[in-house]
């Protein structure tokens, strides 16, 4: 017997409500400005009428305290103009979950760590988004800045990025719904759980909800599918759970089912199974921490190797999306503080962050610095010597040309620590990086794959998922350091 999540009658006429009271303050609104514009016509015409007429003569009342008019009070009620909803997002896809099928892991070389997802090292207002709602000051701090266009485009403009990229992710968002799956699934580089949770992310890196008016059906789908996926194996977040990267899989959608309860929460929009899917996921994580601190494959907790640092790093943004839902989660900041002093302990010469703390995975260099860095910023060690380390590092050695040689795993770290940092460092990054990646993007609003060692990246939907999320990164999150 499958579950399958689906809105209830009670939540689906709750979102048709908000669409009809949009529709109607949309129209009632529209009635007012004509009304406006014609009275403003209509004075304008007039005037010249009176302009030369005779005076009147007037005669003073004998009254010696003659009554004063009242003047009129003015109440202005007006208020801004919502977006118009999509009629079609009342209609809900319910996920289909596919069998479980092995997906075979390439060789790679065991001196060297790729950085792809899945080989034997390494992943290697409900109508904001594109329409411009205003902020929403009852977001979490980092998060409000990322529900108004006005409020993106004043901060692509204050970090120093251009108007553009905010057409840009629009069309990548718009390529990404095209190629969704009907059960709300992308099934890219046969990872559809992780690649589904990272189309999503770009999706609410913009502030797009179920009630979104482009994108809500399709945020709406992925949501759904990630819950039938939960509702399906007990709070785990892959089809495959038999594989052993599938702890990659779940971190990523926990990531990604957090923030969309936190978005969902705030413009009371009804989700059902997604608070009980977080919770679920949230708890899975917490409980299949290595004693190291930090996770390994399959959720080994017996084993010696402890897990490695890019497994650390995702798991960390997990918890802290699913520390921001307010939600209970017995253990969560002691297991996230184990977390971080397991990055410290990969810590090589210079301060940088190697791939694992013990044996080869140590001598792996320092393929994960930028996401050591972030995740000490997200978890309020910013400051600390290790992490200004990690900054200095990924300013001296940064190089990035799409077409060259441009790793996206390390970037997407990378442009959210250094954006984070701010000052000289975050402006060297963007001029050498953002403009180049932005030019990358193709017609269709999709990237290619990047050129040199692409890190066993195999689809336009992983690079595509990345190239968003760091697009984004000028509003997505404020600056920890802010």
């Not at 990322?146 to 120093?160: F, P, Q, Y």
């Not at 969902?264 to 299949?288: D, R, T, W, Y």
């Not at 990164?473 to 404020?478: D, G, K, S």
Request: glycine letters at 8%; proline letters at 5%.
């Amino acid at each position: 017997m499958s579950l399958h999540a689906t809105t209830t009658p009670e939540a689906q006429a709750k979102l048709d409500a908000q669409r009809r009271n949009a529709s109607i303050s949309s129209f009632t609104i529209a009635i007012l400005f004509c009304a406006l514009i014609i009275a403003i016509l209509f004075y304008i015409a007039l005037k010249p009428i009176f302009k030369n007429n005779e005076p009147i003569l007037t005669y003073a009342s004998t009254s010696e305290t003659p009554d004063k008019p009242k003047k009129p009070e003015m109440k202005n009620e007006v208020t801004k103009k919502p977006t118009k909803p999509s009629s079609s997002i009342s209609k809900v896809i319910t996920a289909s979950i596919s069998s479980p099928i092995s997906i075979p892991v390439p060789e790679t070389d065991p001196t060297e760590p790729s950085l792809d997802f899945g080989d034997d090292e390494d992943f290697g207002d409900p109508n904001a988004g594109s329409s411009g709602s205003p902020s929403i000051p009852f977001l979490p701090r980092d998060s409000s800045k990322r529900c108004s266009k006005k409020d993106r485009l004043d901060r692509l403009k204050k970090e120093g990025g251009k108007e553009d990229y905010e057409d840009q992710v629009v069309n990548a968002l718009r390529w990404l719904q095209k190629n969704q799956a009907a059960d709300g699934s992308w099934k890219a580089q046969g990872k559809p759980v992780a690649m589904t949770g990272l189309a999503l992310l770009a999706y609410l890196g913009h502030c797009e909800t179920p009630a979104s008016q482009e994108f809500g059906e399709t945020v709406q789908n992925a949501i759904i599918y990630l819950i039938n996926v939960s509702q399906k194996n007990g709070g785990k977040l892959a089809t495959n759970t038999a594989e052993k990267h599938w702890c990659y899989e779940h971190a990523i959608a926990t990531y990604a089912i957090a923030e969309a309860y936190t978005l969902c929460k705030v413009f009371k929009i009804p989700m059902p199974g997604l608070e009980e899917s977080v919770q679920a996921a949230g708890n899975h994580i917490i409980g299949s921490q290595h004693d190291s601190g930090g996770w390994d494959y399959a959720y080994d907790t017996s084993g010696t190797r402890g897990g490695d640092t890019s497994i650390a790093c995702w798991h960390l943004q997990a918890l802290k999306a699913c520390k921001t839902t307010k939600i209970e989660f017995n253990g969560l900041d002691k297991c996230a503080k184990k977390g971080i002093k397991y990055l410290e302990g990969a810590k090589n010469d210079k301060g940088t962050i190697g791939y694992g703390t013990t044996g080869n995975n140590l001598a792996h260099g320092p393929t994960m610095t930028p996401g050591g860095a972030l995740c000490f910023q997200q978890w309020g060690k910013g400051n600390r010597s290790l992490t200004r380390n990690a900054i200095k590092w990924i300013t001296s050695t940064n190089e990035f040309d799409y077409k060259k040689k441009a790793n996206l795993y390390m970037h997407y770290y990378s442009s959210q620590a250094m954006i984070n940092t701010r000052g000289k460092a975050w402006t060297d990054y963007n001029k050498k990086t953002m403009a180049n990646l932005a030019d990358a993007q193709n017609p269709d609003g999709s990237w290619s794959l990047p050129g040199g060692a692409a890190h066993g990246m195999s689809s336009k939907h992983y690079a595509t998922c990345l190239s968003t999320l760091m697009m984004e990164v000028y509003y997505r999150f404020l600056p920890s350091s802010e």
